[in-house]
């Protein structure tokens, strides 16, 4: 298809590299589809020459029967890939013809260096726009850029080379997108043989999850399960023949295995509905093949531990055992000698370190001590060694690995940012992970008293997640959490999202929820850095507004989040697991000792106006909102409908309550219910789902305006880096 014999196309941001099939923007990978990337690819080489739709169906789809729909929805899909905006258009519309690259297109030679213009063809038009790319010097860029390629192949060779001891010396390396589909691809799990994978995809539209097989080195897709429930977790038997799953449905969750071939599925055990058990994989199967480690717990208030779980008769026996106060443990993965079991155990929400435990008796240890969130793990194939996710480096996921015995856990920097869920192939010569494509905003929608909608419109935007935000008194300020600087910060800006300031930084340390004081000069907030211990157990603080003075507010050790005021500004609740379950306490602001509010489960709540009693989520994924008076008492629910309070994105504000949801039929939406009528009421329509873990929701003053963080991309790949012969 490609005949100039080029291979790296500069033009923005970007570089189109053709040898290895891949875009990058600012040396980071870009996921495309093949046909997007192959439609983008002759644009390019045309550099400003009008390319004929006939041209490129001819080349792009040789020897297939398409629509010319489908072209533009390729381009259409390019032109968001790309970022188009009224500053930054790359892709002409030539009607009645078809389209032209409109931005200066750079070829670039074998050193990285910019050699000069692409030559135009000779129907390229004059002047063609051109983007500009912000910050340094392009040939300062470029030296960067070159520089980071040789560290990441370095890096990576180093890896492969480590795996195993018996590998020759000279060995190199490579990585291939294994992925590049619309979407969210993940939890990537090897066969026995190396030669396969299987993986999450939320398909095409961005619906429910399913579990597919590929075969390395073919595009072929097996879509090995179907129907309305959401499919994870899946991991091969040792013989290859079978692939378990997790399935969740509106009935509750349970664990699968079915042949790798498809049809009938047998169901294991049922677990717990309610918990989250993060977002990367593990090895679930033993070595043996006879049984499965799957992470369960019987109410809300326990913690999750992990059980092994017979295949032939689906009998189980419970392997670690946790306080009650603790989250629980997470991705259990079986050593390849069977020896061991590793996992990850959270004392709080995201507070998480790494374990092992000996199966043939003992207490897990503990390899980890810094209380950083962990997002999957995979074993090397010598069983000495254990690679996770972390976020030990600032506010993204990297991977990391660590000894059996302990010791400092080393960065794998080869494989960048925001990367999680590795999984290695038995033999080592593979590893693959999942690379995250998030960027999450803060919208303002504008509504009329009857709280129909009015306008809508992005306010708080970057390329980080601006999540978290929250009104001032006088409406003129809002709060939010942003990973902007590359951490987790609590930040201020004026009310049309301009002038913001860092007032907090948390560094690799999870931290959010701030909330103004109802006199609009201090904010409280949840944060799990400055921990006396270390461990990442989170603490309620409190910041002057204008910046300078901070406080901690809660006592440390004792795992307290979500903070809100009341409405006299003279107590603040928060949720903490001090009384051996989460439940909702307050403490006055001045000082003085906590009072329990709440005794059948809370996590996060707001006073009404009347300031008599509190409305509040019983805990994380649980659906319902209840109340109880602000000095205890009996606690009853308010709603429990479509699920509301499932998701944390959700307000009262007078005799409302706003909420996002994404439960069915109607799908993501965001909505109100009138506690006066009982009736639920439709403000938007959203595009994705709101995240379970994030506050995401405000209401100003004068109950006008909503802010609601959401993702505007949304979507992960798998990577593979395997070793070269």
Not at 42 to 48: A, I, R, S, Y
Not at 126 to 143: I, N, S
Not at 468 to 480: E, L, N, Q
Not at 573 to 586: D, E, H, N
Request: neutral net charge; hydrophobic residues 40%.
């Amino acid at each position: 298809m490609l005949a100039s014999g080029k291979h790296l196309y500069d033009f923005g941001p970007f570089r189109l590299d053709l040898h290895s099939r891949m875009l990058l923007k600012d040396g980071a990978y870009i996921a495309l589809t093949p046909k997007a990337f192959e439609t983008l690819a002759v644009l390019v080489e045309g550099n400003g020459r009008i390319v004929d739709k006939e041209e490129l169906l001819r080349v792009v789809w040789s020897g297939t029967c398409v629509e010319e729909g489908t072209l533009a929805k390729t381009v259409s899909i390019l032109r968001k890939t790309l970022g188009e905006d009224e500053g930054h258009h790359y892709i002409d519309t030539v009607p009645k013809r078809g389209y032209r690259f409109a931005v200066e297109v750079h070829l670039v030679d074998e050193a990285h260096a910019v050699i000069a213009p692409a030559e135009p063809r000779q129907d390229q038009p004059a002047g063609p726009a051109t983007v500009e790319r912000r910050g340094r010097p392009k040939w300062v860029r470029l030296v960067i850029f070159g520089m980071a390629m040789a560290m990441l192949v370095a890096a990576a060779y180093e890896w492969v080379q480590r795996r195993n001891a018996s590998r020759a010396p000279g060995v190199a390396s490579k990585t291939i997108p294994l992925t590049s589909f619309p979407g969210r691809q993940n939890e990537v799990a090897f066969s026995p043989d190396g030669n396969q994978v299987a993986f999450v995809w939320d398909g095409p539209q961005g619906a429910n999850s399913h579990i597919y097989v590929k075969v390395i080195g073919s595009e072929a897709l097996l879509e090995l399960t179907h129907g309305a429930g959401s499919d994870s977790r899946p991991a091969w038997s040792p013989d290859g023949r079978n692939i378990s799953f997790l399935r969740s449905t509106a009935e509750g969750r349970a664990w699968y295995v079915t042949s790798v071939l498809g049809g009938p599925e047998r169901k294991l055990a049922g677990v717990f509905p309610y918990f989250d058990l993060g977002s990367g994989n593990s090895t679930y199967f033993s070595p043996d093949g006879k049984s499965l480690a799957i992470v369960d717990k019987a109410a809300p208030a326990e913690p999750s531990s992990i059980f092994l779980l017979s295949v032939e008769n689906s009998s189980r026996s419970q392997l670690t055992f946790l306080p009650a106060s603790n989250t629980g443990d997470y991705y259990p993965a079986f050593s390849p000698d069977g020896k061991r079991l590793a996992f990850a155990r959270a004392v709080s929400f995201s507070a998480t370190d790494l374990y092992v435990l000996e199966l043939a008796g003992g207490k897990p240890k503990r390899l980890t001590f810094d209380g950083l969130t962990i997002d999957g793990l995979a074993w090397t194939a010598d069983s000495r060694e254990i690679v996770f996710s972390s976020r030990r480096g600032g506010s993204f996921n990297s991977l990391w690995r660590i000894g059996i015995h302990g010791g400092k856990p080393e960065r794998v920097s080869a494989f960048g940012e925001d990367v999680i869920s590795p999984a290695i192939s038995r033999d080592g010569n593979r590893l693959a992970y999942t690379r995250r494509n998030d960027d999450m905003n803060i919208w303002q929608f504008t509504v009329d008293d009857a709280g129909r909608l009015v306008a809508k419109a992005p306010l708080i935007v970057s390329t980080f997640r601006d999540s978290d935000p929250d009104y001032s008194p006088d409406g003129r300020r809002i709060a939010f959490t942003s990973g902007r600087n590359g951490s987790f910060g609590i930040w201020v800006s004026d009310s049309d999202g301009g002038n913001p300031r860092m007032l907090f930084d948390g560094g690799a340390y999870v931290t959010g929820s701030p909330r103004w004081s109802p006199d609009g000069r201090r904010i409280a907030f949840d944060t799990r850095a400055n921990d006396p211990a270390g461990l990442g157990n989170p603490s309620v603080w409190v910041v002057d507004a204008d910046g300078g003075q901070l406080r901690r507010l809660t006592a440390p050790g004792t795992g307290d989040v979500a903070p809100s005021w009341s409405r006299d500004g003279a107590w603040v609740y928060f949720a903490s697991t001090r009384s051996g379950t989460l439940q909702i306490w307050k403490m006055p602001f001045e000082g003085g000792p906590a009072m329990q509010v709440t005794r059948k489960g809370g996590f996060e709540g707001f006073e009404t106006a009347d300031g008599k009693f509190l409305v509040y989520l019983r805990g994380r994924e649980i659906p319902g909102i209840w109340q109880v008076p602000v000095n205890g008492g009996e606690e009853i629910p308010v709603a429990e409908q479509e699920q509301l309070g499932y998701w944390r994105c959700w307000r009262l504000a007078g005799n409302r309550i706003y909420f996002a949801t994404a439960a069915p039929p109607a799908g993501p939406r965001l909505e109100f219910l009138d506690l006066g009528s009982g009736t639920i009421q439709q403000i938007a329509p959203l595009s994705r789902a709101p995240d379970t873990t994030i506050p995401g929701l405000a209401v100003s003053p004068d109950g006008r305006k909503l802010l609601l963080a959401q993702y505007d991309q949304n979507g992960s790949n798998i990577i593979m880096v395997e070793r070269s012969h």
